[in-house]
């Protein structure tokens, strides 16, 4: 079972990872994205099947995240290497194609492990998803069967709702009225 993170500094992190281009590797450390929002997301393995259709829409969405002042990060367990791999597959061979974003490998799970979302027995992540926020603190976190995919425009709502700064009731969306409490 997951921890709950929410509320909480998140765990640090440093990864390598491919570039998002498909030409070249970096790392991705937790530190690099002080000051900004982060949308962090786990899927399980590369070249599998639910997996492309998340990364591909986050990445088709990413000018919406930016301009709200967010950056994304996708990590899974597989190597750099593979990943880099699968950006250089073409999309109509199961590929993503090239990314608006780096994917980060934890290929020692420590990661995954630290938020909470590693299979111990499959030694593959959960899909687990967290915004923080730009001190670096958990402010969502969702966790769910690896068959079943997210959703690009609720990821993107819970954050515009959190950036507000205010009590927002279901289905809330920019210009809709905050919650005044009593």
Request: aromatic content about 10%; glycine content about 10%; hydrophobic content about 40%.
């Amino acid at each position: 079972m997951a921890e709950r993170l929410v509320g909480r500094l998140a765990p640090d992190f440093s990864m390598e990872t491919a570039t998002g281009n498909g030409q070249g590797f970096s790392t991705a450390a937790l530190s690099d994205f002080r000051g900004k929002w982060l949308v962090l997301f786990f899927y399980p393995l590369d070249f599998t099947f639910v997996c492309p259709t998340e990364i591909t829409a986050l990445s088709e969405a990413y000018g919406q995240f930016s301009k709200v002042g967010a950056e994304i990060l996708g990590v899974s367990v597989d190597s750099k290497h593979s990943h880099r791999a699968w950006i250089n597959t073409p999309t109509t061979d199961n590929g993503l194609g090239q990314l608006n974003f780096p994917l980060a490998s934890d290929l020692t799970k420590n990661v995954a492990r630290d938020y909470g979302v590693l299979i111990e027995e499959e030694g593959i992540a959960l899909r687990g998803l967290f915004i923080l926020d730009p001190e670096g603190e958990v402010k969502y976190q969702v966790v769910n069967h690896n068959n079943v995919g997210r959703s690009v425009e609720e990821t993107f709502r819970v954050l515009q709702a959190l950036q507000s700064g205010g009590l927002c009731p279901i289905d809330w969306k920019p210009g809709d009225q905050h919650l005044v409490a009593k």
